[in-house]
């Protein structure tokens, strides 16, 4: 069974960062793409980031651009966002969630699965 | 930035059939895929590039497109099919991908 676990959310102060990460596992890891996908409170959702199977590509929304990074670690079968400089808006679910291929920008692509998400709350 | 607009609610009784419209500029040149999201719950595709049925989606859910408009069509709605729903497509000017705004799904 194919499954993401998300891990490393929680209540964090403006300016501060925080690192996500999400465990992979059911499936070859290495052979697809990977995207964060975040939910405001009572919203919808919001393409965040997303990487290729190589890291050779990846690709931000703009509201993040320059304060979050992903990576991930093919050998661990983990995907990572690292979130610095965090901002209220930035209080939301994030999904981890597999691409339909290993490539990055390819308009045939779509989201599965998802896992669980893990939640950020950005407050004082 | 590239939208996609999704009337915000849609009501069905059981039984009926339920249309939930997506639109986008240039979107009959773009893949659609739709989403699931019951309560408390991660999404989960029900169609993808346009109008495949992933294995496990009942065959009332299928997706269509016309013009610049993609139709998530649900026949027979179920009670257990209230949910949000989202369109998403590749922006390939931007390379970025978009989900749509949304559309509760109540069946009463």
């Known amino acids: 069974e194919m499954q993401l676990v998300e891990s490393g959310g929680g209540l964090v102060q403006p300016g501060r960062s925080l690192r996500l990460s999400c465990a992979a596992s059911?499936?070859?890891?290495?052979?697809?793409?990977m995207h964060w996908v975040r939910q405001r409170p009572g919203k919808g959702l919001e393409w965040v980031t997303g990487i290729s199977w190589n890291t050779g590509a990846i690709t931000y929304v703009d509201s993040v651009k320059g304060r979050f990074t992903i990576s991930r670690d093919n050998d661990k079968n983990s995907l990572y966002l690292q979130m610095n400089s965090l901002r209220p808006e930035d209080t939301a679910l994030y999904y981890c969630?597999?691409?339909?291929?290993?490539?990055?920008?390819?308009?045939?692509?779509?989201?599965?699965?998802w896992g669980q998400g893990t939640l950020v709350t950005v407050s004082s | 930035s590239y939208e996609l607009t999704q009337p915000p609610s849609v009501s069905v009784s059981p039984g009926q059939t339920a249309r939930i419209t997506c639109s986008g500029d240039n979107l009959g040149h773009k893949y659609v895929s739709w989403y699931q999201q019951k309560p408390a719950q991660s999404p989960v595709v029900v169609i993808y590039?346009?109008?495949n049925r992933p294995s496990g989606i009942p065959e009332r859910f299928s997706g269509s497109k016309s013009g610049n408009t993609a139709t998530l069509t649900i026949r027979g709605t179920q009670p257990m099919d209230e949910a949000d729903f989202y369109c998403?497509?590749?922006?390939?000017?931007?390379?970025?991908?978009?989900f749509g705004t949304g559309t509760t799904v109540t069946v009463l």
């Open positions: 059911g499936f070859t890891f290495v052979n697809y793409a």
């Open positions: 590039q346009d109008n």
């Open positions: 969630v597999r691409g339909s291929s290993f490539s990055l920008a390819n308009d045939e692509n779509w989201f599965d699965p």
């Open positions: 998403q497509a590749w922006d390939s000017s931007t390379a970025l991908y978009v």
